[in-house]
């Protein structure tokens, strides 16, 4: 299997997350995907490579360009190391004015997601990770792994949220769904609202996701069942919303109904966005599912049989996180 993964999500260090004036350490570290990618290097079977370049017209199928700008604006007032590549057009824009800056609650949901000096050059690198794994799905490998920092599947069309800039796993699946019928498959803690946003009038994707209940827990407006899509869309948004203390056999049964409406739905492809949060120990999530359960979540989805991209999402606890991915992998490889 194949794992696309570049270090220039290392430049991308938010400091603190604000909730009602409080700050918090921020829980999006880069830590995370070097655990990860730690632990499956060198092991048989992977192979680490660097993503490759594609249009920000991908992007821009998804995102606004008003957005795209002020995330590849507003950070350079930010400190940093920042550095200007010269080939995308967004650098050559101006700076953005301080006013202009100001407008944030335009762009943002939440105090959760701030955009420094390297935000934007490793948020559009995280999209063109999950899109190289898709370009290999597309070209015939059985599932790729994309490693993507930061995470994606808060972001909507127009507005960051939850750690999120861009949204690698939409702009994956809407590039595969030029070649076919797209499904995707969110298994992280928290409903992918931006996902379900961006896909929500289309029939050719559907979005299928167990996280937990919007009455519980983040993203608080948005994951409840009866979000079901609208228009075209009309039934092709599923969602299954949990309460807290999920087990291992409770998980599992949810994700054969899942899985089941996926085959159902007959997908060319199949985009999964990976969370790790719902593990017992991690400290923002609150399920309770077992390192060795990821393994057995992986061979469900694995025997759905359609060519698998891996979108990588959440998972905050940094010392097991390399565990969790090494027994989830496995799922595919064994
Ligand atoms: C992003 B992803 C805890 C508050 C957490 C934000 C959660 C974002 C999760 N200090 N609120 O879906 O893993
Ligand atoms: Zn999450």
Not at 45 to 51: F, S
């Amino acid at each position: 299997m194949r794992i696309i993964y570049s270090q220039v999500h290392l430049n991308h260090r938010p400091n603190y997350e604000v909730f009602n004036g409080i700050r918090e350490i921020h829980a999006d570290t880069p830590q995370r995907i070097e655990n990860i990618k730690e632990a499956l290097v060198g092991k048989s079977g992977l192979k680490v490579i660097e993503p490759k370049r594609f249009p920000l017209s991908w992007i821009e199928k998804v995102h606004s360009h008003d957005y795209i700008s002020y995330i590849a604006r507003a950070g350079r007032h930010a400190g940093g190391n920042y550095v200007y590549p010269s080939v995308f057009p967004y650098e050559s824009l101006d700076i953005l004015p301080t006013n202009e800056i100001a407008k944030r609650g335009v762009y943002s949901y939440d105090l959760y997601t701030p955009v420094s000096a390297s935000t934007y050059e490793s948020a559009r690198m995280a999209v063109m990770t999950s899109l190289t794994a898709s370009s290999f799905v597309r070209r015939g490998e059985r599932v790729v792994y994309a490693l993507t920092r930061p995470p994606g599947h808060h972001a909507e069309r127009k507005r960051m949220g939850g750690y999120c800039y861009f949204n690698n796993a939409a702009i994956a699946a809407n590039y595969l769904s030029t070649r076919g019928r797209v499904a995707i498959l969110d298994i992280d803690f928290h409903h992918g609202n931006g996902t379900q946003q961006i896909f929500y009038d289309r029939s050719d994707v559907l979005f299928v996701s167990i996280h937990a209940s919007p009455k519980l827990k983040f993203p608080y407006f948005s994951g409840s069942e009866g979000e079901k899509g609208r228009g075209q869309g009309k039934n092709y948004n599923l969602n299954f919303p949990l309460s807290l203390s999920v087990s291992d056999s409770d998980y599992q049964r949810i994700l054969i109904q899942a899985c089941k409406k996926i085959s159902d739905f007959k997908p060319n492809y199949l985009v999964v966005s990976v969370g790790f949060d719902t593990h017992k120990d991690d400290p923002v999530g609150g399920f309770r599912l077992s390192t060795r359960y990821y393994f057995h979540m992986a061979k469900t989805i694995h025997q759905l049989n359609i060519p698998t991209v891996l979108v990588q999402e959440g998972g905050y606890n940094n010392s097991i996180i390399g565990d969790i991915a090494v027994s989830f992998i496995n799922g595919f490889i064994c």
